[in-house]
């Protein structure tokens, strides 16, 4: 049973009761041919993972990609480096780099669950709210490039490549596998969505998951419809 960083839960909490183990050993990893177009352009991944190793060998550990074809350079990764346990989000195109964003923290934490939100929207005119990256509910501090506005993602990229979305491993190589544990993934076309969607704080501040819900546009105040002004007018 995962609770929020590898924290027990209570028995009328939400817990997540399975996770997928990935090997790399033996290849471990899901795959998906996407047909129909999505929103390329805004959408969000979610997901609880529980790393094994990361810093063995100098490939990076990929946890979800897309691509175009196989063998090419134009793919969607979301992966940890292994140099230095950073969580990176990039993509290219054409062999030239459309955006890279990696967080200021290291993620070596072994022992733990960690949770991870993805919020990808393009569309926004302000560069740093195109591409937010979370982990147990808080946003991460990021460095590199962001995406251009309007710009589409590989990922809901519909293709002819027969597994163009994967996860535990880079899609165009197949290799660079992820070692870990992950459960609870989430895709989400057309909306970019905060933690809240996925989890929430507790009274000490520990992000627990909770079952998927969109979160309401304000916190549940009634508003009345009169507005009484005491001011005198001069």
């Not at 290849?27 to 352009?41: E, F, Y």
């Not at 990922?155 to 490549?161: G, K, L, Q």
């Not at 998927?212 to 009484?228: A, C």
Request: a negative charge.
């Amino acid at each position: 049973l995962i609770g929020a960083a590898g924290q027990s839960t209570g028995s009328d909490a939400y817990q997540i009761e399975k996770s997928l183990r990935f090997n790399p050993s033996d290849g471990a990893h899901l795959a998906r041919s996407v047909s129909t177009l999505g929103n390329r352009r805004t959408w969000t991944i979610a997901f609880w993972i529980k790393i094994c190793d990361v810093e063995s060998g100098s490939d990076p550990r990929v946890i979800v990609s897309s691509s175009k074809a196989a063998n090419t350079n134009d793919h969607f990764i979301v992966r940890l480096e292994s140099s230095d346990g950073k969580l990176k989000v990039d993509e290219r195109t054409s062999s030239s780099g459309s955006y890279s964003l990696e967080t200021s923290a290291v993620h070596r934490d072994y022992a733990s669950w960690q949770n991870f939100v993805i919020a990808f929207d393009s569309t926004q005119g302000v560069e740093s709210e195109r591409l937010k990256i979370y982990q147990n509910g808080k946003l991460q501090t990021v460095t590199g490039s962001y995406p251009a506005q309007n710009y589409e993602s590989h990922w809901n990229e519909s293709s002819d490549y027969a597994t163009n979305h994967v996860i535990g491993r880079e899609a165009a190589r197949s290799d660079y596998e992820f070692d870990g544990y992950l459960s609870d993934f989430y895709a989400i076309d057309g909306l970019a969505l905060s933690p809240a969607a996925f989890g929430s704080f507790d009274s000490i501040g520990t992000f627990n998951p909770a079952a998927f819900s969109i979160p309401n546009p304000n916190n549940g105040t009634t508003w009345s419809d009169n507005v009484t002004c005491n001011a005198t007018l001069p």
